[in-house]
């Protein structure tokens, strides 16, 4: 079996410009370090412009995705092109993971291809001896109940109460069994939480 990056790819069935999807390693290919970084601004800049804000804050965080205690896998079709990336950072000695960070191509979303890379990772994170993956994930445009609102000091009630109000992601993850464990009230400014979520990998 052909091999990029440490471990054999994985294959998905799907039509993705008319091809098969492949789970592979990300390596040191410039080419596509950068594709995966433009898919990084691209995917992010509707709801969270200021994570990546250029070119160049994006290639350092894909960079970093491939030092020590990492893991970093993409989604690619035949031509190699980049339809999404995750990433894992080894955390608590190896008990927990932190996924980050998660990116699907705008113009294949739906199509299954974050949960893939999420079970990717989850089978990477086992293999290495992992028992927890966490996460967090940002709501910085009022995409939740609990955004622009005063958290305090019945924190819980409002996190038993969120309701997804314009598609955000937390919702994605509660599908591929992760579940809120926590929030940190304006972690980007008054009223702009970060929704924390976990999973357990081992039974
Ligand atoms: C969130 C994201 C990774 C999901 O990837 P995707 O390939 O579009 O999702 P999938 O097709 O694998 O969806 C799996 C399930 O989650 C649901 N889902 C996907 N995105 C969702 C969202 N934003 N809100 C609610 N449910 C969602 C799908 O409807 C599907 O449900 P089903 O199993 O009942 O059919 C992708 O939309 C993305 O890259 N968004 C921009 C960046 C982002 O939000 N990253 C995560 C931030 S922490």
């Known amino acids: 079996m052909q091999r990029l990056g440490s471990s054999p790819h994985r294959m998905?069935?799907?039509?993705?410009?008319?091809?098969?999807?492949?789970?592979?390693?990300?390596?040191h290919d410039e080419g596509t370090i950068?594709?995966?970084?433009?898919l990084?601004?691209?995917?992010?800049?509707?709801?969270?412009?200021?994570?990546?804000?250029?070119?160049?804050a994006a290639l350092d965080e894909v960079r970093d995705s491939l030092?020590?205690?990492?893991?970093?896998?993409i989604a690619i079709d035949d031509d190699r092109r980049v339809l999404g990336w995750i990433g894992g950072i080894r955390e608590y000695s190896g008990n927990a993971w932190e996924l980050h960070p998660l990116v699907v191509h705008p113009d294949h979303?739906?199509?299954?291809i974050g949960r893939a890379l999420v079970a990717d990772l989850e089978m990477r994170v086992v293999e290495q001896g992992g028992v927890t993956i966490f996460l967090?994930?940002?709501?910085?445009?009022?995409?939740?109940?609990?955004?622009?609102?005063?958290?305090?000091p019945n924190v819980w009630e409002h996190i038993?109460?969120?309701?997804?109000?314009?598609?955000?992601?937390?919702?994605?993850?509660?599908?591929?069994?992760?579940?809120?464990?926590g929030v940190i009230p304006d972690a980007n400014g008054?009223?702009?939480?970060d929704i924390l979520m976990a999973k357990r990998m081992v039974v």
């Not at 109460?161 to 599908?175: A, D, S, V, W």
């Not at 008054?190 to 939480?193: D, E, L």
């Open 136 to 152: 967090g994930t940002d709501d910085e445009d009022g995409m939740t109940s609990i955004a622009n609102v005063d958290l305090y």
């Open 40 to 56: 990084l601004m691209k995917g992010f800049k509707d709801h969270w412009p200021n994570a990546w804000p250029d070119l160049d």
């Open 34 to 38: 950068h594709q995966v970084a433009a």
């Open 67 to 73: 030092g020590t205690g990492r893991i970093s896998c």
């Open 190 to 193: 008054v009223g702009k939480p």
């Open 160 to 181: 038993a109460g969120i309701k997804n109000l314009r598609r955000h992601p937390y919702e994605f993850y509660q599908k591929q069994g992760y579940v809120i464990v």
């Open 109 to 112: 979303q739906g199509k299954r």
């Open 12 to 27: 998905y069935p799907g039509h993705f410009w008319g091809s098969l999807m492949k789970i592979v390693d990300l390596n």
